[in-house]
């Protein structure tokens, strides 16, 4: 089997992103020489510098120079660099829908500059999700030790009783039981689905939404993926205790904290935040653009090569016979 190729995108060239890129590639030059980097290569380069590393010579000639981000200063969001990072993103997809990459790996965005730049969606997964035909997504934030997938994800928790679905959950469950068996190599995935309420809900004295909405979601996935042990509601302050002790193999969250504060307590720089339901593996690291110290050559670029090794991993799973 050939090694997978990754496609990935530069990010906002105004923060951490070329750092990240440059130094996760020269600790990796095996996978540095299958990468396409989407982005500037000014920006790379100086990047590669303030990382202080020597960016492999084989990842500096697959840069494609869009040439749009090579003013865009580390530290500050500016105009350009909101153009630019859309237009890394706009050329990876293109290039994975041409069957040139096999798994896309995106360093951070800016979501604010992005919109101010045009860039209609909440960030990376919507985007993605449309771009490959509206299909059904869901977000998996996945460490060694802990995977949480999100059955709501910007939600504000004031309105969250009332935009929690049972389609949400079952679809959320259904994905990440596809995914631990054909991305993981899980044959019979076990699905935690986390109550919302203290206690789950007590039996209704602290809310009916497990009765009402979390129970007949849980039945519904059964029913989709009977191959997958799916249990719950669980109370939501013991399950990722049991998953941590290997108990499950991913917990079902109803909104976006209860997943990521466990898994950024357990796994914090090695998280890796992963697209479900798109036709090609995606995966990001688990931060954002970190303007205070882009350019200086602080930034750990440890969750950036998590999010390359699971990329590969997972198109080498996708592609196996």
């Known amino acids: 089997m050939s090694a997978a190729r990754l496609a990935i995108t530069l990010g906002d060239p105004s923060g951490i992103g070329a750092e990240i890129i440059a130094r ?9 020489a299958r990468a396409h980097v989407f982005g500037d290569a000014g920006v790379l380069e100086r990047g590669a510098r303030a990382a202080g590393v020597a960016l492999p010579a084989a990842a500096l000639t697959e840069v494609t120079a869009l040439d749009l981000g090579r003013d865009a200063p ?12 859309v237009a890394y993103l706009e050329a990876a997809v293109a290039a994975l829908a041409a069957g040139q990459a096999d798994a896309l790996v995106t360093a951070p965005i800016s979501k604010a500059a992005a919109q101010a730049a045009g860039f209609g969606f909440p960030g990376h997964t919507e985007f993605l999700a449309a771009r490959a035909g509206d299909v059904p997504f869901a977000m998996m934030l996945a460490g060694p030790r802990l995977r949480v997938v999100l059955a709501t994800i910007h939600v504000p928790l004031a309105a969250l009783a009332r935009r929690l679905t049972s389609a949400a959950i079952t679809q959320a469950a259904t994905l990440a039981a596809a995914a631990l068996a054909r991305d993981f190599g899980i044959a ?5 689905v986390a109550g919302l309420n203290p206690h789950a809900g007590e039996g209704g004295a602290f809310g009916d939404e497990e009765a009402r909405i979390i129970a007949p979601a849980i039945a519904a996935a059964r029913a989709a993926v009977p191959q997958a042990e799916i249990t719950g509601p669980h109370v939501p302050d013991a399950v990722f205790r049991d998953a941590v002790q290997g108990r499950f193999d991913a917990v079902v969250c ?49 969750s950036f090569g998590c999010a390359l090794e699971l990329a590969e991993r997972m198109a080498r799973a996708r592609r196996a016979p």
């Open 24 to 32: 996760a590639l020269a600790d990796a030059p095996d996978l540095a």
């Open 74 to 85: 580390p530290g500050r969001s500016t105009p350009a660099g909101g153009a630019a990072q």
């Open 188 to 192: 019979r995935p076990r699905l935690a």
């Open 254 to 302: 109803m909104y976006h904290d209860q997943g990521l504060i466990p898994v950024k307590l357990v796994d914090f720089e090695q998280a890796v935040n992963v697209t479900l339901g798109l036709p090609y593996p995606r995966t990001s690291p688990d931060h954002g653009v970190a303007y205070d110290i882009a350019g200086t050559g602080r930034a750990r670029a440890t």
